[in-house]
């Protein structure tokens, strides 16, 4: 809902424009996982190595166009 929204912190890119909220697909911030905090390290990393590469491919299509 908006007032979630309102409520949530921002995140901000190194440049200082804001990020847009993500939506990962799971309902609660644990992943829906019985889990302990090494396996939601591990599903961070996961989380951001995907980011990482989606960006860097978007920056290989950039420099093709």
């Not at 847009?20 to 905090?37: A, I, K, L, R």
């Not at 996961?46 to 950039?62: E, P, T, Y």
Request: charge should be positive.
């Amino acid at each position: 809902t908006e007032q979630v929204k309102n409520n949530m912190a921002l995140g901000f890119y190194q440049n200082g424009t804001q990020a847009p909220f993500y939506d990962t697909g799971f309902d609660s911030p644990n992943g829906q996982m019985f889990s302990s905090v090494k396996d939601l390290a591990q599903l961070l990393q996961l989380m951001v190595n995907l980011f990482q590469r989606q960006a860097k491919q978007n920056k290989q299509n950039k420099t093709k166009n």
